[in-house]
């Protein structure tokens, strides 16, 4: 169904106190240029009250900046011995915040949960509207609330990954809803910075806050969308397969993201994008706050994690047992420790890291994928429950990527959101997906 959507007040949010005016230096982590963009989300709630959700999440909003003043400020270049170092400038200034109305229910549009193609075409009406650039910096966060006429609501966010990574997103999101619930103090108190938990003893190079990505190692690819929704019985089903087989356990997250490897790779293998003797790489960020000596401090919200990375022959994966492969991802998991201690080890001395791990080849051989099953997203309750579901916008239309979410209530289970192959190998993909899911 088409639906049209109004806005009807834009504005900055600023905290509703005074607030301490600083400059703060981010961590190598927050400056990776890679980190430079927004994190564009849709939380989908099936439950509101009509003309007061924007109201009550608006001030929350405000609550929640006192705490998390610097989410309220702007990023800039220092212009000291840093070299251009990447900073926040607690200004103050605010986050942008948009109100809207729709003129449907949210049933009408099946609440946005669609399995088949992507709402690409529907997203930019529920995101916020272009911030009104002054200076040249955009809000940290940028919040559009949109009312449906059934009272439930849809929060459209850009969320700048530079100042916080997916777990410290969803730890402020709950924060505002907290603060918007009557609550008067977080249920999680933020650290206050902690960015210095590793430095570079050299000075870092220039940094453009508008980078931009050289057009010439662009690749000549489209990948397209597919949802594939995989229940638990499905999953523990695969995992008890290969206790009894292998003789050892795994998580969810290992079972799907093997599945999703070995199945993307047998659609696309017979394609001259992915010869049969290519190397192959699957690449996922962990978390790293607690490998730290001493570990991060419950309540940081900035970047800190680690890409782990599982490689192998197309040939030999696409041959290989969905046991093997599990074998394959729990191998590098366990390396992370000592390859992430490695890498704070170069940046304290100074070193230049020549292959940097952070910035993967943009190339068809490369699959990342992201868990945010229990980043927290799904916790966030306004006051009027949990969201029906989270839906991810797609980051880059070349680069193949899936997240893994969690099925839109009250099913339970995963779903694996993709934007892993070109059109001509999508019904092929979901063929084997489904084919090793038992359906």
Not at 23 to 40: F, H, K
Not at 157 to 168: A, N, P, R, T, V
Not at 360 to 386: M, R
Request: aromatic content about 8%; charged content about 20%; some cysteine.
């Amino acid at each position: 169904m088409a639906f049209s959507v109004i806005r009807s007040s834009q504005s900055l949010v600023r905290p509703c106190e005074q607030t301490p005016i600083a400059t703060l230096d981010l961590s190598e982590i927050d400056s990776l240029p890679v980190l430079r963009s927004n994190a564009q989300t849709l939380h989908v709630y099936r439950h509101g009250e009509y003309h007061q959700v924007a109201k009550v999440i608006k001030e929350g909003l405000a609550k929640a900046l006192v705490p998390y003043y610097p989410l309220a400020g702007r990023l800039k270049e220092s212009n000291g011995n840093g070299g251009g170092q990447l900073q926040v400038e607690c200004s103050g200034q605010g986050v942008w915040f948009v109100e809207a109305y729709a003129n449907c229910r949210l049933d009408a549009v099946n609440y946005f949960d669609d399995t088949v193609a992507s709402h690409s075409s529907k997203h930019g009406d529920l995101l916020p509207s272009q911030f009104p650039d002054a200076d040249g910096l955009d809000p940290l966060l940028q919040m559009q609330v949109t009312e449906f006429e059934c009272g439930g609501f849809v929060i459209g966010i850009k969320f700048s990954h530079s100042i916080c990574d997916g777990l410290g997103s969803a730890q402020f999101l709950n924060a505002v809803s907290e603060m918007a619930r009557g609550l008067e103090h977080p249920s999680i108190t933020p650290v206050v910075w902690k960015r210095d938990f590793f430095t570079n003893s050299l000075p870092r190079q220039q940094l453009n806050l508008n980078t931009t990505t050289n057009s010439s190692s662009v690749p000549n690819y489209q990948i397209g969308h597919a949802n594939i929704d995989i229940y638990m019985d499905q999953i523990n089903h695969l995992k008890r397969e290969i206790q009894e087989s292998a003789g050892w356990s795994c998580s969810s997250f290992e079972v799907v993201a093997a599945a999703l490897w070995i199945c993307r790779t047998r659609a696309v293998m017979v394609s001259d994008n992915l010869k049969q003797n290519a190397q192959v790489k699957l690449v996922f960020f962990a978390n790293c706050r607690h490998l730290l000596d001493p570990p991060l401090p419950k309540g940081f919200y900035g970047n800190c994690f680690f890409p782990v990375t599982a490689t192998a022959s197309s040939e030999t994966l696409a041959h290989s047992s969905l046991a093997d492969v599990v074998e394959m991802i729990q191998e590098a998991k366990a390396k992370l420790p000592n390859e992430f201690a490695n890498y704070i080890k170069l940046i304290k001395e100074g070193h230049q890291i020549e292959d940097d791990p952070f910035t993967p080849a943009l190339s068809y051989e490369t699959l990342l994928i992201s868990e945010w099953g229990k980043l927290g997203f799904n916790h966030v309750d306004f006051g009027w429950g949990s969201p029906e579901h989270v839906i991810p916008i797609q980051a880059s239309a070349i680069m193949p990527a899936a997240i893994v979410g969690t099925l839109p209530l009250p099913q339970k289970g995963i779903r694996l959101v993709t934007w892993c192959v070109e059109e001509i190998h999508r019904q092929n993909f979901i063929h084997h997906m489904m084919k090793m899911m038992g359906k």
